[in-house]
């Protein structure tokens, strides 16, 4: 399983599951810290440079050590209009949210920011998501298994929201809210991943 | 949450336990009764024609009661060459298949079939997913953690090798193994879906 090199400890600065399943899934070990700051859009601010700097801002607000690795992370859902949709505070605005997702396709950003011997990377992951035709019914149906409360857009493309989800393009697990990708690419090219023992492949 | 209308017993032909869980998440109740039938595919033909007839021929071999549906479902792995990957029978075949799969797209075709009162439908879904590079000791690490063998194309999508890859286009669910929206769509094009209760959304 892929590992930081030893004396690095990995810090999730968030108190996500879905993250946490996400980077437990991929093979990393990893306590959480999560970092709590406002998450106020600031006007005029895109869907991308929102995340970019909550993303940052919670990593540099964990103050590490340095035998510590720090990964933050945020995610919004956006309308093509540019409209933000994050967490629905109560049943209107789940549904409000819902029907705008209804029939079309979605961007959700999310960032993640690394940091580690004060030094950090940011960067932010696109997926486009498309969402089947939802009669109003299906909207309540889905509300009352209190899934969108905790998630941005109000769905979980991982619970029983799957099933209105024709089609995505990009990074699946971006819409789960976190691109492991990235993640794992940022600890590659920030030379923080132990080698891995290379048995032969024919032995 | 969705269920099939009253007297009708969804019957899943599958031993996937990753088909079992989508099944799950998306809120049914089923019975599992997997089906046994020769996977082979005839010369020449299509990946997509092959995962339906295999898809079709499950469904047919479980002999459904009156009361029943049978959902069955088949997936396969194909590079565009039109060469099928399907589960690796051991290291060496692991280890070639995931050298194929390296730093390109490739195709995976998962066909579902429902059956109820001798009427059955069958349904081909279509997805590309995208590698990242793979080193050799990051293959040789990734089958080591033994995922790629019960797993057509020798990966999981949903585990290690969710570090791997940036992107797909598609349903995401279909390369886990089972396309939940279209099975969705099939339970309700075919009027097997109970009707929801609608409680007023402003309630």
Redesign the interface.
């Known amino acids: ?2 590992a930081l090199i030893p004396g690095l400890n990995l810090v999730l600065a968030s108190q996500s599951p879905r993250r946490r399943e ?1 980077l437990s ?3 990393f070990t990893f306590t959480i810290q999560p970092a709590s700051i406002p998450e106020v859009p600031s006007p005029d601010e895109s869907p991308s440079a929102y995340v970019a700097r909550l993303a940052t801002e919670k990593a540099h607000a964990l103050n590490p050590a340095p035998n510590q690795v720090i990964l933050a992370a945020d995610t919004t859902v956006a309308l093509d209009s540019g409209l933000l949709l994050e967490k629905p505070a109560n ?2 605005e789940a ?1 409000a949210m819902l029907k705008a997702l209804s029939g079309r396709s979605h961007s959700v950003f999310t960032a993640i920011c690394l940091l580690h011997n004060k030094h950090h990377t940011t960067h932010v992951e696109h997926t486009s998501v498309w969402f ?1 035709p939802l009669s ?6 889905y ?3 209190g899934e969108p409360y905790d998630k941005a857009g109000g769905y979980g ?4 929201a ?12 971006n819409v789960m809210g976190l ?7 940022l600890f590659s090219e920030g030379g923080l991943l132990a ?8 032995s």
Do not use: D, M, N, W
């Open positions: 399983v892929p996400l899934l991929a093979g049943q209107q549904f089947a109003e019914s299906e909207i309540v149906e509300i009352a298994t493309v991982q619970g029983q799957s099933k209105f989800i024709p089609r995505i393009e990009g990074c699946f697990f691109p492991i990708h990235q993640v794992y690419r080698k891995a023992e290379t048995p032969s492949p024919a």
